[in-house]
């Protein structure tokens, strides 16, 4: 199978890389096409400038290209790119030396794909994501407390939220004992209800 059959964007993310190894370049635009819309706003929300969102963009599939080869087909390419991604936003933030301020234009879903939600995290008394949804002015509210949070946790967030990325991934993305991932996400969301109530205590 190749980039000539009839629906080339139907092919797995692990099939195009193998393809692009083997000298389809076709198989890189396929797959730039493929995540540019998702990883950018992922990006964007992490670094709250488009200009600077899409200078990570780019490098990122830079080093895709360059570590192309040290990727394991077996597993899935998703991950591997979102860590890449990741890394290279936090790198920004360094070099950048200020905080982050995410503009968050997705909204909270009420569960994750695996059907993790707030109060299983955490009973506080904080705003329902499906509520939020309900109330435009409630979830810009939300998204500018989510933007206040520190960085690492805002990132945690981000990919257990809005990603929908398992913990098992989000340990192998962050280099992080399963466990930790755990008790950091749990801070965050108590972080987050911190700053809603002090944000928003009606």
Known sequence: MGLNDPNPADLPDEKLVELYRGGQ??????LVRRYEKGLFHFLLRFVNKPAAADD?????FLQ????IDSF???RSFRPWLFTIAANKARD??????????SALSTPIDAAAADGREFADLLEADIPMPADVAENRETQ???????????????????????????YKQI??????????????????VAAFAELWKKSYPG
């Open 140 to 166: 810009q509210l939300v998204q500018k407390v989510v933007a206040d949070m520190p960085d690492h946790l805002r990132e945690i967030l981000l990919l257990a939220y809005f990603e929908r990325f398992a």
């Open 56 to 60: 990570v963009f780019q490098e990122t």
């Open 25 to 30: 370049t076709d198989a890189f635009a396929v």
């Open 72 to 74: 394991d087909t077996s």
């Open 92 to 101: 920004w933030l360094r070099r950048s030396k200020q905080q982050a301020s």
């Open 64 to 67: 895709v290209h360059i570590s």
């Open 171 to 188: 340990a192998e993305m962050l280099g992080l004992p399963l466990g930790t991932v755990k008790s950091r996400l749990h801070a965050a």
